[in-house]
């Protein structure tokens, strides 16, 4: 009975000196050469920042205006097109004035029979036979009848709509033949050579936001993936009561009319900016017990240790945040492979980066 006990002991005291690293037929530790993690690396240097944040908006033309007719009626014709550059007072279309056309040939008339009356009586007169008040009447009559005649004239011709700004057709809303009421618009028309775009900035955010300030903004115009450069002309006293937020004016150049009105926009605004900061990326942060970490390659060798070091943040971006404590200059930050790394661990440096490279050849 003690003879099949004895077995499963043995097996069992083998097993722990295994585990425990020695040689069960010698009872030494076994010396083992442990391989160096490789790590990639990003030797920091001293950079500017500016911290910003982005608000999104829309870009809408300078100026809009919507022409309609003073007077109802029949549309004759429409001589423009949506997307046609018009000049301020070119003819944009015309309401039908047959009514009006008859009434100037009576007043018209009316003009005519008061001339031929007034020079009869200044003849008359001339003879004795016409007094000066008969000859004054006939000239007030006159004059009575050109101003009505003028006044029809302007009648006729305010059925000619015109433009009155230099721009291009947005919308045109009427097409001939249709009738059209007073009052309502017809045609509308922008100036876009400048374009506006109605930043929301959040209530948090406005105190950063400055109509004195003359620092220049970049505005991204994501359908165009093309940035451009903006102007503050005006910020809300106000929030929106819906949104708690704050509408600001800002004026982009738009010369080209890239910028199409009603196009999205991102406009970035600068909340501080910082001379000469350590700026690494986010990836390269791990989160340890008593805050932010990182590793770094001791040395300037291609082995050596990793070293942990505790550092203190401030602003960054989507990819990279600023360090204000705990790296200097120089030195070799891990950037791939210290997610698993311990203190002191060896490593092999496979591949190093400076500050400034490409960022894409780091992804």
Do not use: W
Not at 122 to 148: F, H, K, P, S, Y
Not at 293 to 309: L, P, Q, Y
Request: aromatic letters at 4%; charged letters at 35%.
């Amino acid at each position: 009975m003690k003879q099949v006990l004895m077995v499963p002991v043995l097996l069992a005291v083998v097993g722990a000196m295994v585990l425990l690293g020695c040689d069960p037929s010698s009872g030494k530790p076994e010396d083992r050469e442990v391989d160096p993690d490789p790590v990639e690396t990003l030797v920091v240097e001293p950079t500017d920042f500016t911290d910003t944040f982005e608000v999104l908006g829309t870009a809408e033309p300078e100026e809009s205006v919507e022409v309609a007719s003073e007077f109802p009626g029949d549309v004759l014709d429409v001589n423009v097109e949506e997307g046609d550059e018009v000049n301020r007072g070119d003819l944009l279309f015309r309401i039908d004035t047959e009514t009006d056309e008859a009434g100037r040939e009576v007043l018209k008339t009316q003009v005519d029979a008061a001339k031929r009356e007034l020079e009869r009586l200044e003849r008359l007169n001339e003879e004795g036979l016409a007094t000066q008040q008969q000859v004054d009447n006939a000239r007030t009559d006159l004059e009575r009848a050109e101003r009505d005649l003028r006044q029809s004239d302007v009648s006729i011709g305010r059925h000619r709509v015109r433009s009155p700004v230099d721009g291009r057709v947005a919308m045109r809303m009427v097409d001939a033949g249709e009738f059209a009421s007073a009052g309502v618009p017809l045609i509308e028309i922008v100036q876009f050579d400048t374009v506006v775009v109605y930043a929301q900035v959040p209530e948090s955010e406005i105190r950063y936001v400055d109509t004195d300030d003359t620092t220049e903004l970049e505005v991204d115009i994501p359908a165009l993936d093309e940035t451009y450069t903006g102007e503050i002309r005006r910020v809300a006293l106000r929030p929106s009561a819906s949104t708690r937020t704050y509408t600001v004016e800002v004026h982009v150049d738009n010369e080209d009319q890239a910028i199409r009105p009603g196009m999205r926009a991102r406009t970035h605004f600068q909340r501080d900016h910082y001379d000469d900061v350590l700026l690494i990326p986010r990836d390269s942060i791990l989160e340890g017990f008593d805050g932010r970490e990182v590793m770094v390659v001791d040395g300037d060798e291609e082995t050596g240790r990793a070293e942990v070091r505790s550092i203190t943040t401030g602003p960054g971006t989507r990819n990279d945040v600023v360090v204000f404590s705990g790296l200097e200059p120089g030195e070799r930050l891990v950037l791939r492979g210290h997610r698993g790394l311990i203190a002191d661990a060896k490593v092999e440096v496979v591949e190093e980066h400076r500050q400034g490279d490409d960022k894409e050849d780091r992804q």
